[in-house]
């Protein structure tokens, strides 16, 4: 069960540097489109939150 909860977390964690990741590189290519990246980076880390929390709760 544990080995399970480290997978989920290695999980959210590389989607969570790849949404910052996404958001650096989109705040570099303009200044115009700053505003959608921070918009889109925001999204994914809040469904990587849900999708952290609803494994949890499964694992109980």
């Known amino acids: 069960m544990h080995k399970a909860a480290g997978i989920a977390k290695g999980i959210a964690t590389g ?8 958001m650096v ?3 570099m ?3 115009s489109r700053m505003k959608s990246v ?3 980076a925001g999204k994914a ?3 990587v939150n849900t ?3 609803s494994v949890q709760y499964m694992m109980r």
């Open 25 to 27: 590189g989109g705040a």
């Open 15 to 22: 989607v969570a540097v790849g949404a910052m990741v996404g």
């Open 29 to 31: 290519s303009g200044r």
């Open 51 to 53: 999708l952290l929390s």
């Open 45 to 47: 880390l809040k469904t």
């Open 38 to 40: 921070k918009k889109t």
